[in-house]
Protein backbone atom coordinates (compact mmCIF):
# COMPACT_ATOMS: atom_id res chain seq x y z
CA UNK A 1 0.00 0.00 0.00
CA UNK A 2 1.45 3.30 -1.12
CA UNK A 3 2.35 5.84 1.70
CA UNK A 4 1.42 9.18 1.66
CA UNK A 5 3.37 11.16 -0.66
CA UNK A 6 4.18 14.91 -0.81
CA UNK A 7 5.69 16.88 -3.59
CA UNK A 8 8.34 18.11 -4.59
CA UNK A 9 10.57 16.87 -1.39
CA UNK A 10 12.50 20.38 -1.93
CA UNK A 11 11.47 23.71 -2.91
CA UNK A 12 13.37 27.24 -3.35
CA UNK A 13 11.30 30.13 -3.26
CA UNK A 14 12.36 34.16 -3.25
CA UNK A 15 10.57 36.28 -0.70
CA UNK A 16 7.76 37.13 -2.32
CA UNK A 17 7.13 34.57 -4.31
CA UNK A 18 4.46 31.94 -3.98
CA UNK A 19 5.05 28.50 -3.39
CA UNK A 20 2.13 25.16 -3.87
CA UNK A 21 2.67 21.91 -1.87
CA UNK A 22 1.01 18.52 -2.53
CA UNK A 23 -0.01 15.99 -0.88
CA UNK A 24 -1.73 12.61 -1.92
CA UNK A 25 -3.36 10.66 0.98
CA UNK A 26 -3.49 6.96 1.65
CA UNK A 27 -6.23 5.19 -0.62
CA UNK A 28 -9.35 5.62 1.58
CA UNK A 29 -8.43 8.06 3.90
CA UNK A 30 -10.65 11.43 3.21
CA UNK A 31 -9.25 13.33 6.49
CA UNK A 32 -5.98 15.37 5.43
CA UNK A 33 -4.09 17.52 7.58
CA UNK A 34 -1.56 20.09 6.80
CA UNK A 35 1.53 21.28 9.28
CA UNK A 36 4.48 23.01 9.42
CA UNK A 37 7.73 22.33 11.17
CA UNK A 38 10.54 25.03 11.23
CA UNK A 39 13.75 24.12 12.19
CA UNK A 40 14.50 22.95 15.58
CA UNK A 41 10.62 23.79 16.44
CA UNK A 42 7.81 21.51 16.82
CA UNK A 43 4.77 20.59 14.36
CA UNK A 44 2.33 23.06 14.19
CA UNK A 45 -1.38 23.03 12.42
CA UNK A 46 -2.01 24.81 9.72
CA UNK A 47 -4.98 22.93 8.03
CA UNK A 48 -7.54 20.22 8.16
CA UNK A 49 -9.70 19.12 5.45
CA UNK A 50 -12.06 16.85 4.94
CA UNK A 51 -14.38 15.52 1.98
CA UNK A 52 -13.28 18.80 -0.20
CA UNK A 53 -14.12 21.17 2.84
CA UNK A 54 -11.98 22.78 4.89
CA UNK A 55 -12.80 21.84 8.52
CA UNK A 56 -10.06 23.72 10.43
CA UNK A 57 -7.45 26.17 10.61
CA UNK A 58 -4.77 26.56 12.91
CA UNK A 59 -3.61 30.86 13.82
CA UNK A 60 -1.61 31.37 10.39
CA UNK A 61 -2.38 34.17 8.44
CA UNK A 62 -4.89 34.28 5.04
CA UNK A 63 -2.26 33.78 2.88
CA UNK A 64 -1.89 30.34 4.03
CA UNK A 65 -4.58 28.83 2.18
CA UNK A 66 -5.78 25.28 0.37
CA UNK A 67 -7.93 23.03 -1.17
CA UNK A 68 -9.19 19.28 -1.20
CA UNK A 69 -9.88 18.24 -4.54
CA UNK A 70 -12.23 14.91 -5.14
CA UNK A 71 -9.81 12.44 -5.39
CA UNK A 72 -8.95 13.62 -1.97
CA UNK A 73 -5.77 14.93 -2.59
CA UNK A 74 -4.39 18.36 -1.57
CA UNK A 75 -2.87 21.73 -2.21
CA UNK A 76 -1.52 23.95 0.56
CA UNK A 77 -0.72 27.58 -1.27
CA UNK A 78 1.72 30.02 0.61
CA UNK A 79 1.65 33.38 -0.85
CA UNK A 80 3.81 36.36 -0.47
CA UNK A 81 6.37 34.24 0.84
CA UNK A 82 8.09 35.51 3.97
CA UNK A 83 11.69 34.18 5.21
CA UNK A 84 10.34 32.89 8.40
CA UNK A 85 7.70 30.46 6.26
CA UNK A 86 11.15 28.89 5.61
CA UNK A 87 9.95 24.80 7.03
CA UNK A 88 9.66 21.37 6.84
CA UNK A 89 5.56 21.04 5.37
CA UNK A 90 4.08 18.04 6.52
CA UNK A 91 1.21 16.33 5.59
CA UNK A 92 -0.83 13.73 7.05
CA UNK A 93 -3.96 11.67 6.31
CA UNK A 94 -6.40 9.38 7.95
CA UNK A 95 -9.51 7.76 7.63
CA UNK A 96 -12.63 10.06 8.84
CA UNK A 97 -12.48 11.29 11.98
CA UNK A 98 -8.64 10.36 12.59
CA UNK A 99 -9.57 8.08 15.49
CA UNK A 100 -7.07 5.29 13.69
CA UNK A 101 -4.21 7.74 14.27
CA UNK A 102 -2.35 9.66 11.22
CA UNK A 103 -0.15 9.05 8.52
CA UNK A 104 2.49 11.38 7.59
CA UNK A 105 4.12 11.98 4.59
CA UNK A 106 7.86 12.99 4.65
CA UNK A 107 7.16 16.42 4.09
CA UNK A 108 8.56 19.31 1.62
CA UNK A 109 11.36 21.06 2.70
CA UNK A 110 10.41 24.83 1.64
CA UNK A 111 13.18 27.29 1.66
CA UNK A 112 13.00 30.85 1.05
CA UNK A 113 15.94 33.33 -0.14
CA UNK B 1 -6.17 22.89 23.43
CA UNK B 2 -5.57 19.71 25.59
CA UNK B 3 -1.86 20.00 26.96
CA UNK B 4 0.46 17.29 27.70
CA UNK B 5 3.53 17.39 29.76
CA UNK B 6 6.88 15.27 28.42
CA UNK B 7 10.34 15.19 29.74
CA UNK B 8 12.70 17.44 27.28
CA UNK B 9 14.74 14.12 26.87
CA UNK B 10 15.56 10.72 28.15
CA UNK B 11 18.36 8.40 27.75
CA UNK B 12 18.13 4.70 27.78
CA UNK B 13 20.51 1.73 27.17
CA UNK B 14 20.09 -0.78 23.96
CA UNK B 15 18.47 -3.77 24.87
CA UNK B 16 16.84 -2.26 27.77
CA UNK B 17 13.46 -1.18 28.28
CA UNK B 18 12.55 2.36 27.99
CA UNK B 19 9.47 4.03 29.93
CA UNK B 20 8.28 7.61 28.20
CA UNK B 21 5.94 9.25 31.00
CA UNK B 22 3.29 11.56 29.90
CA UNK B 23 1.28 13.89 31.80
CA UNK B 24 -2.05 14.83 30.70
CA UNK B 25 -4.25 15.88 33.46
CA UNK B 26 -6.75 17.95 31.58
CA UNK B 27 -7.85 15.24 29.52
CA UNK B 28 -11.60 15.22 28.91
CA UNK B 29 -13.45 11.50 28.87
CA UNK B 30 -13.86 11.27 25.20
CA UNK B 31 -9.98 11.90 24.59
CA UNK B 32 -7.72 9.50 22.62
CA UNK B 33 -4.50 9.34 23.93
CA UNK B 34 -2.05 8.98 20.72
CA UNK B 35 2.18 8.53 20.17
CA UNK B 36 3.68 9.40 17.68
CA UNK B 37 7.57 9.41 16.96
CA UNK B 38 9.54 11.79 14.42
CA UNK B 39 12.85 10.16 13.19
CA UNK B 40 15.30 12.87 11.74
CA UNK B 41 14.48 14.51 8.38
CA UNK B 42 11.25 12.13 8.37
CA UNK B 43 7.58 12.83 9.07
CA UNK B 44 5.86 11.63 12.24
CA UNK B 45 5.29 8.14 12.92
CA UNK B 46 1.98 6.89 14.69
CA UNK B 47 3.09 4.72 17.36
CA UNK B 48 0.16 3.41 19.34
CA UNK B 49 -3.39 4.97 20.67
CA UNK B 50 -5.75 4.21 23.87
CA UNK B 51 -8.69 5.43 25.38
CA UNK B 52 -9.17 3.93 28.80
CA UNK B 53 -7.21 0.67 28.57
CA UNK B 54 -3.46 -0.50 28.61
CA UNK B 55 -3.12 -1.34 24.88
CA UNK B 56 -0.36 -3.49 22.74
CA UNK B 57 0.78 -3.49 19.59
CA UNK B 58 4.30 -4.81 17.38
CA UNK B 59 5.92 -1.71 18.59
CA UNK B 60 5.34 -0.79 22.04
CA UNK B 61 2.94 -0.58 25.03
CA UNK B 62 0.55 1.66 26.63
CA UNK B 63 -0.16 2.04 29.85
CA UNK B 64 -2.79 4.46 31.07
CA UNK B 65 -3.46 5.37 34.80
CA UNK B 66 -6.91 4.75 36.32
CA UNK B 67 -8.10 8.40 36.34
CA UNK B 68 -6.58 8.73 32.81
CA UNK B 69 -4.29 11.96 33.97
CA UNK B 70 -1.27 9.96 32.98
CA UNK B 71 0.23 7.68 30.25
CA UNK B 72 3.76 5.56 29.89
CA UNK B 73 4.44 4.87 26.45
CA UNK B 74 6.42 1.40 27.14
CA UNK B 75 9.65 0.40 24.64
CA UNK B 76 10.35 -3.04 25.44
CA UNK B 77 13.86 -3.73 24.32
CA UNK B 78 15.01 -0.16 22.96
CA UNK B 79 17.36 -0.52 19.48
CA UNK B 80 19.13 2.38 18.34
CA UNK B 81 16.78 2.73 15.73
CA UNK B 82 14.24 3.95 18.14
CA UNK B 83 16.01 6.86 18.79
CA UNK B 84 13.50 9.54 18.32
CA UNK B 85 11.70 12.41 19.10
CA UNK B 86 8.88 10.88 21.01
CA UNK B 87 5.27 12.90 21.20
CA UNK B 88 2.05 12.01 23.31
CA UNK B 89 -1.01 13.45 22.09
CA UNK B 90 -4.62 14.20 23.31
CA UNK B 91 -7.04 13.75 20.16
CA UNK B 92 -10.39 15.95 21.13
CA UNK B 93 -13.02 14.02 19.92
CA UNK B 94 -15.12 17.17 19.22
CA UNK B 95 -16.15 16.68 15.79
CA UNK B 96 -15.31 20.16 13.78
CA UNK B 97 -11.80 20.16 15.79
CA UNK B 98 -9.80 17.18 14.28
CA UNK B 99 -6.63 17.83 15.15
CA UNK B 100 -3.77 16.66 16.45
CA UNK B 101 -1.69 19.17 18.59
CA UNK B 102 1.72 18.33 18.81
CA UNK B 103 3.76 19.31 22.03
CA UNK B 104 7.16 19.65 22.87
CA UNK B 105 7.89 16.15 22.90
CA UNK B 106 10.54 13.91 24.17
CA UNK B 107 14.03 13.10 22.73
CA UNK B 108 15.15 9.57 23.54
CA UNK B 109 18.49 8.85 22.82
CA UNK B 110 19.63 5.05 22.85
CA UNK B 111 23.27 4.55 24.14
CA UNK B 112 24.79 1.41 22.60
Known amino acids: EAGVTQSPTHLIKTRGQQATLRCSPISGHTSVYWYQQALGLGLQFLLW???????NRGNFPPRFSGRQFPNYSSELNVNALELEDSALYLCASSLPGGSKGYTFGSGTRLTVV | DAKTTQPNSMESNEEEPVHLPCNHS???????IHWYRQLPSQGPEYVIH???SNVNNRMASLAIAEDRKSSTLILHRATLRDAAVYYCILRVSNFGNEKLTFGTGTRLTIIP
Open chain 2, 50 to 52: GLT
Open chain 1, 49 to 55: YDEGEER
Open chain 2, 26 to 32: TISGTDY
